[in-house]
């Protein structure tokens, strides 16, 4: 069954600098991956999909990659603030694009110091 | 806009009793999600429902758990005679009856259950 897994590890970085979260799965290439923060005590909010056909997304200040050879997804936040200090979780749908029941990382928890 | 409500924001049962968290999804949203999310562990997939119809349950618990989304009113996630392990914070999420649109889910804030 497809696993996802985020560096349980927390990123520390300055403020000001780019952060870069990574997202590897297992199994095989999903249509589409997600990405989505979560604050303690909050629930996950959507930010970005990217497509399998799609190489690269931007919002903002948000950038996600996908690279289907590698099974990887990389998640960068250039000029990171103390604001985005949160858990970031990968999600992807469990079947083949369209089931609804999306799997999620465990999350990478980012701490951006001032 | 009002986002996808949850209630009970926190919710304490002890051993044997019943639990009901409700949800109410976005306005427009004929699709809503279940999901537990343990301590220190990732959101895991519990169950998916339309209205009136359960279309995936497969990582719901066959015994005590049940879930409903009817014609009218909020969906329900009960969980009869909670154990202590049934502690977590269970989320709802919703999402628009369009294929397209349908894979971003949209979270409610949680509810968290204790189980003393």
């Known amino acids: 069954s497809q696993k996802i897994e985020q560096n349980s590890e927390a990123l520390n970085i300055q403020e000001g600098k780019t952060a870069t979260l990574t997202c590897n799965y297992t199994?095989?290439?999903?249509?589409?991956l997600q990405w989505y923060r979560q604050d303690p005590g909050r629930g996950p909010v959507f930010l970005l999909l990217i497509r399998e056909n799609e190489k690269e997304k931007r919002k903002e200040r948000l950038k996600v990659t996908f690279d289907t050879t590698l099974k990887q997804s990389l998640f960068h936040i250039t000029a990171s603030q103390p604001a985005d200090s949160a858990t970031y979780l990968c999600a992807l749908d469990e079947g083949s694009g369209n089931t609804g029941k999306l799997i999620f990382g465990q999350g990478t928890t980012l701490q951006v110091k001032p | 806009n009002a986002g996808v409500m949850q209630n009970p924001r926190h919710l304490v049962r002890r051993r044997g009793q019943e639990a009901r968290l409700r949800c109410s999804p976005m306005?427009?949203?004929?699709?809503v999600y279940w999901y537990r999310q343990l301590p220190e562990e990732g959101l895991k997939f519990m169950v998916y429902?339309?209205?009136?119809?359960?279309?995936?349950e497969s990582g719901m618990p066959k015994e005590r758990f049940s879930a409903e989304f009817p014609k009218e009113g909020p969906s329900i996630l009960r969980i009869q005679q909670v154990v202590r392990g049934d502690s977590a914070a269970y989320f709802c999420?919703?999402?628009?009856?369009?294929?397209?649109?349908?894979?971003?889910?949209?979270f409610g804030a949680g509810t968290r259950l204790s189980v003393l």
């Open positions: 999420a919703s999402s628009p009856f369009e294929v397209a649109a349908k894979n971003i889910q949209y």
């Open positions: 199994n095989y290439s999903p249509a589409y």
């Open positions: 306005k427009g949203h004929s699709h």
């Open positions: 429902l339309q209205k009136e119809n359960i279309i995936d």
